[in-house]
């Protein structure tokens, strides 16, 4: 199988000067951009935003939309990658799911996480949390072992009906606030 190489070029741009993509469908909850910038603050970019040069001369973000609207007066690398609307439209809906396909050592988590401190709260909350819900993955579910006995921890949790995101949102803040573990859950 040949392979293309995408990248046009390294280049920092002004964050501010880069276009969000129109059809960028993440939306970043306070945690994350939280998480976000106590990243920043403690380490610094060290990965760069992914955009694709318009007809124009402008520069249409695919990945890094956080990062810009995060940073907006700092000078940020953008990989300039050489594809068309089409294929800037399937890198932007598979990035981040792509990522997310990949399955952790939980051991190996465990041991790295135990050797990270973080100065900044945000991202110290984001290392606890991994540490405290590390992700279950089921087996092979073509393999037929016979039943398979799982246990469920008990949790006690509360479901609280908000009229709009907004107010979700400021009720979120609220119980975080307060030190509870919350999840934002839409249906």
């Known amino acids: ?18 276009r969000p993509h129109p059809s960028n469908w993440r939306t970043h909850p306070k945690a994350q951009q939280d998480a976000l910038r106590g990243v920043l603050a403690e380490v610094g970019y060290a990965d760069a935003l992914l955009a694709r040069e318009l007809p124009d001369g402008s520069l249409e973000l695919i990945d890094g939309h956080l990062r810009a609207e995060t940073t907006p007066e700092m000078e940020v690398p953008v990989l300039i990658l050489d594809v068309d609307d089409h294929e800037a439209a399937i890198l932007l809906a598979v990035h981040d799911p792509l990522a997310g396909l990949a399955e952790a050592d939980h051991d190996v988590l465990a041991e790295l996480l135990s050797e990270v401190e973080a100065e ?3 991202v110290r909350g984001l290392l606890d949390q991994m540490l405290a819900e ?20 008990e949790a006690f949790q509360v479901v609280v009906e908000c009229r709009d995101e907004d107010q979700q949102q400021t009720v979120y803040e609220q119980l975080t606030s307060d030190g509870l573990r919350c999840r934002l859950l839409t249906l």
């Open 1 to 18: 199988m040949k392979i293309r190489d995408r990248i046009k070029e390294l280049r920092r741009v002004k964050a501010e000067q880069l």
């Open 120 to 122: 900044n709260e945000a």
């Open 134 to 153: 590390p992700e279950t993955s089921l087996d092979d579910p073509t393999e037929d072992d016979g039943p398979r006995e799982v246990t469920v921890p």
